[in-house]
C-alpha cells in the first residue's frame, strides 16, 4: 500500500511545492488570497470558477477531486494551501468562496464572523509522528514521550524513556532536532490536541492551538516543510499527515492508543477513530480515541461557507456551483480517497452533510432547489 500511495501522490505533492513557491514571494500565512475575490472571479468552461484557500492537510486529495470535477462538470475551482489559519481569514473576509480548515472553528469564531457559516467535513487523515534516524527502526512511542521530547525535557534519542518502549533496537546517543509547523496549522491544532489529552505537563505549559509557543525546534512552512527538515537532518522528528511521510519515504511512530493497544496508522485505524457518533454540525476531534483499533491522532477535515450564500455581489450560479461542487465531493469524490491515503467519510457524516448542504440558502431559498 505505501508504494501505490507513494505514486499517487508524487504529482499532488509536487503540485503542493509549486503551489506554496508561487504564493510564497507575495503573501503570507493568513493574508488574502491573492487580489481576486470571489465576486471578481474569471469564468471557467461552466460559467463559475470557485476560489478556496487554506489547509495543506487534505491538498493532495482535493488536487486530484478538483481536477476530476472540472473534467466531468467544467466548473474550474482554484484552490491555495496556504495553511488553515489564512483559510479561516480568507472565509471571513469574504474574499474566496470557501476556506478549508483542520480545525473546526470554536463558537467564539463562529460569533466574530458577520453572518452564520457551516462545516463541511471532506475526507479523514491521519497526522503522523515521522523521524529520522540512522537504518530508521521501527519505533514504539507513547503521547506523554512524544510530548516530552517536543517540550525539549527527552533531548536524546538513547533517552530511557525511548528505549523502554523499544526493547532490543539500537538507538544512538544522539542530539534529538525538533521540527514543527511555523505557520497557523490545523494539522497543528490536531497534533496539539492530541498531546494536551495525555499530558498534563504539555495542556499547562504549552496547550492547543493552530499556532503555539514551541519550547523546542525549528519550524517548517506548511507539511511539506515539515517532511522536507526531518528528511534532511538526521536525528529530527517531527509531524505531519501520513500522505506526507509516505511520498518523503519517512518511517513513523506506532503510537499507543486510549485503550492501551499499539496503533501503526493505516486507512483502517483511522476509520476505526471516527467509528462514534457524529454531532449534527459535524464540530468534532478524533484526537486520543477511546476506540479500541483506533489510532490516536485521526482527524477530519472541514471545508467552511457561509449559510447565506447572496453576500457581496454573489450571483445564484456561484451559489449552486459551490454547493454542487461540496455535494461532489462527499459523495462521488469519496472514492478517490483511498488511493491517496484518506480515509472516507462514514456514513453518519455524510448524513450530517447531506443535511447542512440542504440547509445553504440563496436569498433565503435553499441553493439545492434553485
Given at each position: 500500500m505505501r508504494i501505490k500511495g507513494t505514486m499517487a501522490l508524487l504529482g499532488a505533492?509536487?503540485?503542493?511545492?509549486?503551489?506554496?513557491?508561487?504564493?510564497?514571494?507575495?503573501?503570507?500565512e493568513g493574508s488574502a488570497a491573492g487580489t481576486q475575490?470571489?465576486?471578481?472571479?474569471?469564468?471557467?468552461?461552466?460559467?463559475?470558477?470557485?476560489?478556496?484557500?487554506?489547509?495543506?492537510?487534505?491538498?493532495?486529495?482535493?488536487?486530484?477531486m478538483f481536477d476530476e470535477y472540472n473534467k466531468a462538470v467544467g466548473t474550474k475551482v482554484n484552490y491555495q494551501a496556504i495553511g488553515s489559519s489564512g483559510g479561516v481569514?480568507?472565509?471571513?473576509?469574504?474574499?474566496?468562496?470557501?476556506?478549508?480548515?483542520?480545525?473546526?472553528?470554536?463558537?467564539?469564531?463562529?460569533?466574530?464572523?458577520?453572518?452564520?457559516?457551516?462545516?463541511?467535513?471532506?475526507?479523514?487523515?491521519?497526522?503522523?509522528?515521522?523521524?529520522?534516524?540512522?537504518?530508521?527502526?521501527?519505533?514504539?512511542?507513547?503521547?506523554?514521550v512524544v510530548a516530552d521530547v517536543f517540550m525539549?525535557?527527552?533531548?536524546?534519542?538513547?533517552?530511557?524513556?525511548?528505549?523502554?518502549?523499544?526493547?532490543?533496537?539500537?538507538?544512538?546517543?544522539?542530539?534529538?532536532?525538533?521540527?514543527?509547523?511555523?505557520?497557523?496549522?490545523?494539522?497543528?491544532?490536531?497534533?496539539?490536541?492530541y498531546l494536551s489529552k495525555v499530558s498534563g505537563a504539555w495542556s499547562k505549559g504549552v496547550g492547543?492551538?493552530?499556532?503555539?509557543?514551541?519550547?523546542?525546534?525549528?519550524?517548517?512552512?506548511?507539511?511539506?516543510g515539515v517532511a522536507g527538515i526531518v528528511k534532511q537532518t538526521v536525528g529530527s522528528i517531527g509531524y505531519v499527515e501520513l500522505a506526507y511521510a509516505l511520498?518523503?519515504?519517512?518511517?513513523?511512530?506506532?503510537?499507543?492508543?486510549?485503550?492501551?493497544?499499539?496503533?501503526?496508522?493505516s486507512l483502517d485505524s483511522t476509520s476505526a477513530a471516527a467509528s462514534g457518533a457524529m454531532p449534527s454540525d459535524t464540530r468534532v476531534y478524533l484526537g486520543n480515541?477511546?476506540?479500541?483499533?483506533?489510532?490516536?491522532?485521526?482527524?477530519?477535515?472541514w471545508i467552511i461557507v457561509y449559510k447565506e450564500q447572496s453576500y457581496g455581489?454573489?450571483?445564484?450560479?456561484?451559489?449552486?456551483?459551490?454547493?454542487?461542487?461540496?455535494?461532489?465531493?462527499?459523495?462521488?469524490?469519496?472514492?478517490?480517497?483511498k488511493d491517496l491515503l484518506y480515509a472516507p467519510l462514514p456514513d453518519a457524516a455524510v448524513k450530517s452533510v447531506e443535511a447542512i448542504l440542504g440547509s445553504i440558502t440563496y436569498g433565503g431559498k435553499p441553493v439545492l432547489a434553485l
Open positions: 505533492v509536487g503540485m503542493l511545492a509549486a503551489t506554496s513557491m508561487l504564493f510564497a514571494g507575495g503573501q503570507k475575490s470571489a465576486a471578481t472571479a474569471p469564468a471557467s468552461a461552466s460559467g463559475v470558477e470557485l476560489l478556496g484557500s487554506g489547509a495543506s492537510f487534505p491538498f493532495p486529495i482535493y488536487s486530484k481569514k480568507n472565509i471571513q473576509n469574504k474574499v474566496v468562496d470557501f476556506g478549508a480548515s483542520d480545525a473546526y472553528l470554536s463558537d467564539d469564531q463562529m460569533h466574530s464572523f458577520d453572518a452564520p457559516v457551516v462545516h463541511i467535513p471532506t475526507v479523514l487523515g491521519s497526522i503522523v509522528v515521522i523521524y529520522n534516524l540512522p537504518g530508521n527502526p521501527s519505533l514504539r512511542l507513547t503521547g506523554e525539549g525535557k527527552i533531548t536524546k534519542w538513547n533517552d530511557p524513556a525511548i528505549a523502554g518502549l523499544n526493547p532490543g533496537t539500537a538507538l544512538p546517543a544522539q542530539e534529538i532536532i525538533v521540527a514543527h509547523r511555523s505557520d497557523g496549522s490545523g494539522t497543528t491544532f490536531n497534533f496539539t490536541y492547543n492551538a493552530n499556532s503555539v509557543n514551541w519550547p523546542v525546534g525549528l519550524g517548517g512552512a506548511q507539511n511539506a511520498q518523503n519515504k519517512l518511517p513513523y511512530a506506532t503510537l499507543r492508543n486510549q485503550a492501551g493497544n499499539w496503533i501503526t496508522p480515541t477511546g476506540a479500541a483499533n483506533g489510532y490516536p491522532i485521526a482527524n477530519l477535515t455581489k454573489r450571483s445564484p450560479e456561484q451559489a449552486k456551483a459551490l454547493v454542487k461542487l461540496l455535494w461532489w465531493m462527499t459523495h462521488d469524490g469519496e472514492k478517490y480517497t
